[in-house]
């Protein structure tokens, strides 16, 4: 069992930068891949971003790719997005999510969620 709690959200302008950390409990942080997915107002949850369980191999969907940085602090058991130049379209409810074994791309995939941290870019 893995629990996770995502931190700093918050509403900034374009063009702007903030960076979500996702906090796990437990001892086994390490053996989860970790991703970073996010919802709009009326749309699905879709993939944003991925990291395997050493953090040696990372993922991104091609809207952020190049804006946004996943990384992970296994002795700290916590995964971060640094998000860099963000577009109005970028607003959403942000979730870090865990899955045992290899990286994925897909929601269906993961087994443990937090609860989702807002993020608001305004134009």
């Known amino acids: 069992q893995v629990q996770l709690v995502e931190s700093g959200g918050g509403l900034v302008q374009a063009g702007g930068s903030l960076r979500l950390s996702c906090a796990a409990s437990?001892?086994?942080?390490?053996?989860?891949?970790m991703g970073w997915f996010r919802q709009a107002p009326g749309k699905e949850r879709e993939f944003v971003a991925a990291?395997?369980?050493?953090?040696?191999?990372?993922y991104y969907a091609d809207s952020v790719k190049g804006r946004f940085t996943i990384s992970r602090d296994n002795a700290k058991n916590t995964v971060y997005l640094q998000m860099n130049s963000l577009k109005p379209e970028d607003t959403a409810v942000y979730y870090c999510?865990?899955?045992?074994?290899?990286?994925?791309?897909?929601?269906?995939?993961?087994?443990?969620w937090g609860q989702g941290a807002q993020v608001t870019v305004s134009s």
């Open positions: 990291i395997s369980r050493s953090g040696t191999s990372t």
């Open positions: 437990g001892r086994t942080f390490s053996r989860y891949a």
């Open positions: 999510a865990a899955r045992g074994g290899i990286t994925s791309m897909t929601v269906d995939e993961y087994d443990y």
